[in-house]
Each structure stands twice: as C-alpha cells, then as structure tokens.
T-cell receptor, first 116, second 107 residues
Framework: GAVVSQHPSRVICKSGTSVKIECRSL??????MFWYRQFPKQSLMLMAT?????????EQGVEKDKFLINHASLTLSTLTVTSAHPEDSSFYIC????????????FGSGTRLTVV | KNEVEQSPQNLTAQEGEFITINCSYS?????LHWLQQHPGGGIVSLFM???GKKKHGRLIATINIQEKHSSLHITASHPRDSAVYIC?????????FGTGTSLTVIP
C-alpha cells in the first residue's frame, strides 16, 4: 500500500534554531500534502496544504514565515520550523495524497518536536 | 458541533474483551480513516474505508454511508492495543478529525 515516510520521528532542538521535517511518499506521487499539528490531549489541527510546485496554503493563525513548507517534488515535502521556540514543541504529522490514490490519503508516522 | 464525533472518549477494558469505538460524521466523505496513536505519539494508519467492512488481524472497521457512521472493533483485546484511536473523515478537500478514544487494556 501507499506509504509516507516521515523523518525524524523525534527531535530536540535549542531555542532559536531551525528544524526540518521531511515527508516522502515511497510508492506513489503525492500531488497534495497536508501538514498537521497536535497539542497534548488535543486533536490534529491542519496547519497548511501544499500542492506540488506551488506555494502552500496556510490556515488562519499559522505563521507562514515561521513554518516553511516546500513541496518541490511529487515525492518530497518538507516543513521547516524556523527560529524555534518552546511554544513550537508539538507533534507534527503529514498526510499525502495523489491521483493514484483516489479518495485516499496516507499519513506519516509523525515527528515529536521538543524545543528547549 | 464537531464534524466528527467519537465515542467513548475513554475506554478501559479487560484483556480478551471485544471492544467497539464509534465514529459519527456530518460531512460528505470520499473516505473515512481510522488511525492509531501510541503513547509516544507515533501515528499508524489502520484503515481507509469508503464502504462496507475491512478486517486486518484482530481489527475490523465498518462504515454505513447512509447513516454516516463507522465503527472500529477490536477482538480479543490485548494490552498492546492500548492507544488513542482517531477517526478522520476525508471530504476529498480536507480532513476532519475526531478527538480520539483513549483505550487502556488491562492484563
């Protein structure tokens, strides 16, 4: 089945540094990638939607200059958290879909980010 | 009102029990997903349904499109099934997530 590989699974970084999270679609072309964030004991919340080759669409309240999304190819999307702050500590998950997955999207396994 | 409602919110079961988690949604969907989230946070996609029923090992997922309802069943539950189970409705344009059901299976 379709697989999205997300790395790293856990990362700890210092305040002020940047962290890049990668999501790769392994056996399909992900024309669309969703990026989600999950705070403790809360549901997943959509941060942004990216389509291959175009700029990401960010949800209201999500700072596009802080959460940089790149979807330059059909198999790779990245989320970079810039100038990380302890408040950015959260669980980030991607979900990819494409024309070869009608009606279906597959989820990455998530990245737990801790900013110290 | 949330687009996706899950019940129960918390569930404790004895090992070996049959477990059912319910999901109701109010949006039109192209697919309904069941996700499993372990205490460390990692997400595993369990099922993607657009109709009928799917089975994988001890897990069974059903969906009734007319009633906009899906259930996840776990047969012969085991402590390693302890996790949060999340229902997600895919409209084709976006996902709506339930708040999750926290399952604890006691040996």
């Amino acid at each position: 089945g379709a697989v999205v590989s997300q790395h790293p699974s856990r990362v700890i970084c210092k305040s002020g540094t940047s962290v890049k999270i990668e999501c790769r679609s392994l056996d399909f072309q992900a024309t669309t990638m969703f990026w989600y964030r999950q705070f403790p004991k809360q549901s997943l919340m959509l941060m942004a939607t990216s389509n291959e080759g175009s700029k990401a669409t960010y949800e209201q309240g999500v700072e596009k200059d802080k959460f940089l999304i790149n979807h330059a190819s059909l198999t790779l999307s990245t989320l970079t958290v810039t100038s990380a702050h302890p408040e950015d500590s959260s669980f980030y998950i991607c979900s990819g879909g494409g024309s070869t997955l009608p009606g279906g999207y597959t989820f990455g396994s998530g990245t737990r980010l801790t900013v110290v | 009102k949330n687009e996706v409602e899950q019940s129960p919110q918390n569930l404790t079961a004895q090992e070996g029990e049959f477990i059912t988690i319910n999901c109701s949604y109010s949006v039109g969907i192209s697919a309904l997903h069941w996700l499993q989230q372990h205490p460390g946070g990692g997400i595993v996609s369990l099922f993607m349904l657009s109709s009928g029923k799917k089975k994988h090992g001890r897990l069974i997922a059903t969906i009734n499109i007319q009633e906009k309802h899906s259930s996840l069943h776990i047969t012969a539950s085991h402590p390693r099934d302890s996790a949060v189970y999340i229902c997600a409705a895919n409209t084709g344009n976006q996902f709506y997530f339930g708040t999750g059901t926290s399952l604890t299976v006691i040996p």
